[in-house]
């Protein structure tokens, strides 16, 4: 057997905020490997760094120190206009505030990274509908972000995220404003589609629960991630 691909490669990755004359060092010399069709959860206390872990994996921000590959590109050296290309591309991102545009109804939501990419809306409608039907959501396709409820917005946040199946998906406490079944029931709807289409997930959660369905479970501690005992 083949060993899996990589997907995701930190070498010694640091990272540091300036708090006016402070220097908040948030990530220490971090080193980690994520596999395709993998799903790991990162916990960790509040402030440890997951938010930032994440949005430097979606090129959001570039790391002080290390090196990060992300399906072989090292993504520290590319201007920005190539990360924002390389994110619309090949990463998906879920947010814990939803973050859909509000002057845009659900499915013309799920459909803007398909758009952004190119695809003509006669194509683009027909499978932000199906992704809405795979979130049980293609009743309410044309409502606006602000006639659904937070559950519902996250599932289309999901839908969105996924639509352009993305090698690599993003997760900032997915389920953090979801009552406890309403979150297990978003990440299986999640996990469901990260297993049919080899998607590697990497998910920030403080939920046991959550954590419970990963293969993988890693901590954030004093900048360093350490591999976590299943819960
Ligand atoms: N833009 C910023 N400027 C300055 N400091 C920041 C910035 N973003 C984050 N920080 C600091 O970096 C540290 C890590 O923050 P981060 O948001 O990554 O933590 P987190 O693990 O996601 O926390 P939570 O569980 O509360 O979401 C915190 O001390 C935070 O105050
Ligand atoms: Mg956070």
Redesign the pocket.
């Known amino acids: 057997m083949s060993a899996p691909e990589v997907r995701i490669a930190l070498h010694e990755v640091s990272h540091a ?3 006016g004359a402070r220097r ?1 060092q ?1 990530l220490e010399g971090v080193t980690e490997r994520f596999h395709a069709g993998e799903f790991a959860v990162l916990l ?10 994440l ?1 430097l994996l979606g090129a959001l921000e570039v790391p002080e120190r290390g090196e990060i590959e992300m399906l072989g590109h090292r993504l520290s050296s590319a201007d920005e206009a190539s990360r924002a290309a390389f994110r619309r591309q090949h990463v998906g991102m879920v947010f ?1 505030s939803y973050n859909l545009v509000p002057t845009l109804c659900a499915w013309e939501n799920v459909a803007l990274p398909l758009t952004l990419l190119g695809i003509p809306l006669a194509e683009a409608y027909p499978r932000a509908l199906e992704e809405l039907t795979r979130v049980a959501l293609a009743e309410l396709a044309d409502r606006m972000p602000d006639q659904l409820s937070g559950g519902e917005q996250q599932r289309v946040a999901i839908a969105r995220a996924i639509v352009h199946r993305p090698p690599i998906l993003l997760a ?2 997915p389920t953090g404003n979801l009552d406890l079944e309403t979150a297990l029931d978003v990440v299986a709807r999640l996990v469901e589609v990260v297993r049919a289409h080899g998607i590697t997930l990497l998910m ?1 959660t ?1 939920s046991l629960e959550v954590a419970g369905h990963a293969d993988r479970v890693l901590r ?1 501690q004093g900048g360093r991630l350490v591999a976590a005992p299943p819960p």
């Open positions: 905020y300036r708090q908040v948030v960790g206390r509040s402030g440890s760094g997951k938010t930032t872990l949005n814990q900032d406490e920030a403080h954030l």
